[in-house]
């Protein structure tokens, strides 16, 4: 069939919106009409090469939309239904999936490096014959797209799209290392460095928890401000004099520490405002080459854990529904978190919004 979609030619852009040919879906495959993409860094780190992607590319990753065609032996799915993409898909029998983990899932991670989908197969076609390289296994800027059946989770038909999305990628990272990473629970004195859209979803699940303090820290003013809004107890400027100002607010340092910038320099400043017997959480991706130094001697003396964690450390199967069973019940207000809704040819203006720090999440509906 035919469609469009937002292509990315080489490093540094531009995307262009391009006729795209799509093949049907392949055995254990759905074809997905798009209902709403988010911008995410990780498509950002993509456009401006600190992630290194086979290119040409359609980027987009935190998807929701209906299915409208369902490949052989793609079990549990018919047309009609509406479905939350992951940016991981997992094969279900690996190593690695076996263990519950199935976000560290081999044939998935393999298959995202190459661009291609599990199967191994390209499904995207430009004119000229050239097959554009998949996404994460999604390629979400567009307005259809075939993907393996491993990366949808069936979502409720009345949820808004734009809404359903935001579970794709935002709410497991943060939600998911908040809950599942983090563990935190009752009573606990959290802090969050970098407010976008993983981020204020951390912040929400930390709440959500029962977290006695919720210490937010930002660049921007406006984040912090809605931080504070979302329920935030405290909201403090990056910056040289964040750390202190973690400890003196916390008294001594936050039990459970949340970092969602990808930059080392702010990933040390998060553990350094850990409390002693805490725990530092990171789920940015910084440059490959970038390095982490820390004091060796605190992870002993102090019993401090660092630890990272990839999709919030989810089963999309198992926490999509019950985050979004969260959002229903009033916890999860992630619809704050949306700060615009872009046509498919406007993703390029919506990108430098969101690298000067402008937006939380926007999404495409194309």
Do not use: W
Request: aromatic residues 2%; charged residues 20%.
């Amino acid at each position: 069939m035919r469609t469009r979609g937002a292509l990315l030619r080489e490093v540094g852009g531009p995307l262009e919106v391009v006729d795209l040919e799509l093949d049907p879906p392949g055995p254990g495959e759905l074809l997905v009409r798009v209902g709403a993409t988010g911008l995410c860094h990780s498509d950002l780190s993509v456009l401006d090469g600190s992630r290194v992607r086979p290119l040409p590319m359609v980027l987009g990753h935190e998807t929701a939309g209906e299915v409208l065609e369902v490949g052989e032996g793609a079990a549990g799915f018919a047309p009609g239904d509406h479905v939350v993409l992951s940016f991981v898909p997992a094969c279900g029998a690996c190593r690695r999936c076996a263990a519950g983990r199935p976000a560290l899932c081999e044939p998935g991670a393999a298959a995202n490096r190459d661009g291609a989908l599990l199967s191994g197969a390209r499904r995207l076609r430009l004119p000229d014959g050239t097959r554009p390289h998949h996404h994460l296994g999604v390629s979400g800027f567009a307005e259809h797209a075939v993907v393996s059946a491993r990366s949808a989770t069936k979502a409720p038909v009345d949820l808004p799209f734009e809404v359903a999305a935001l579970f794709g990628c935002a709410v497991l990272t943060g939600a998911g290392a908040v809950l599942h990473s983090a563990r935190v629970g009752p009573g606990d004195v959290v802090a969050v460095f970098g407010l976008g859209g993983v981020g204020l979803a951390a912040l929400l699940a930390a709440r959500a928890a029962g977290a006695a303090r919720i210490v937010a820290v930002d660049l921007v003013a406006g984040k912090r401000e809605l931080a504070l809004s979302l329920g935030a107890t405290d909201a403090v400027a990056a910056g040289p004099d964040a750390v202190e100002a973690v400890r003196e607010l916390t008294g001594g340092g936050a039990e459970k520490v949340v970092d969602t910038t990808g930059v080392p320099a702010a990933l040390a400043q998060a553990y350094a405002a850990t409390a002693p017997g805490g725990t530092t959480v990171t789920v940015g991706l910084p440059h490959p080459d970038r390095e982490l130094v820390l004091p060796a001697l605190s992870l002993v003396a102090e019993e401090r854990t660092l630890k990272g964690s990839y999709l919030g450390s989810c089963v999309p199967g198992r926490d999509v529904p019950r985050f979004i069973a969260l959002h229903r019940a009033g916890l999860l207000p992630v619809e704050r978190l949306l700060s615009g809704r872009l046509a498919l040819e406007e993703v390029g203006a919506g990108f430098d919004r969101l690298a000067g720090g402008e937006a939380v999440r926007q999404v495409v509906v194309p």
